[in-house]
């Protein structure tokens, strides 16, 4: 069983930064593909940006550029910087572990609100 736990959400002007921190318990956290997701009201989960076991990253073509994904396995905790925020960055980020050697072993965290406004 893991636990995730988000947070580092909120309110930020566009062009701004925010980072999410995503706290995982109960597994082992390095066996684990981690993954930011995020929804957007009356749109569909997206993948925003993944980190293997073995530090390997990709992310959506809409962020590349602006956001980074990390993970600090000795803390249990993968990170999202996000930059250069955009209106359309708006949406609910979920954190997402994936057990690499089973592939149908996924958790999900509660979600945490970003809303890029002036």
């Known amino acids: 069983q893991v636990q995730l736990v988000e947070s580092g959400g909120g309110l930020v002007q566009p062009g701004g930064s925010l980072r999410l921190s995503c706290a995982a318990s109960?597994?082992?956290?390095?066996?684990?593909?981690m993954g930011w997701y995020r929804q957007a009201p009356g749109k569909q989960r997206e993948l925003v940006a993944e980190?293997?076991?073995?530090?390997?990253?990709n992310s959506a073509d809409s962020v590349k550029g602006r956001f980074t994904i990390s993970r600090d396995n000795a803390k249990k905790t993968v990170y999202l910087q996000m930059n250069s925020l955009k209106p359309e960055d708006t949406a609910v980020y979920y954190c997402?572990?994936?057990?690499?050697?089973?592939?149908?072993?996924?958790?999900w965290g509660q979600g945490t609100q970003v809303t890029v406004s002036s």
């Open positions: 997402n572990a994936r057990r690499e050697a089973y592939p149908g072993i996924v958790y």
């Open positions: 980190i293997t076991s073995g530090g390997s990253t």
């Open positions: 109960g597994s082992i956290f390095s066996r684990y593909a």
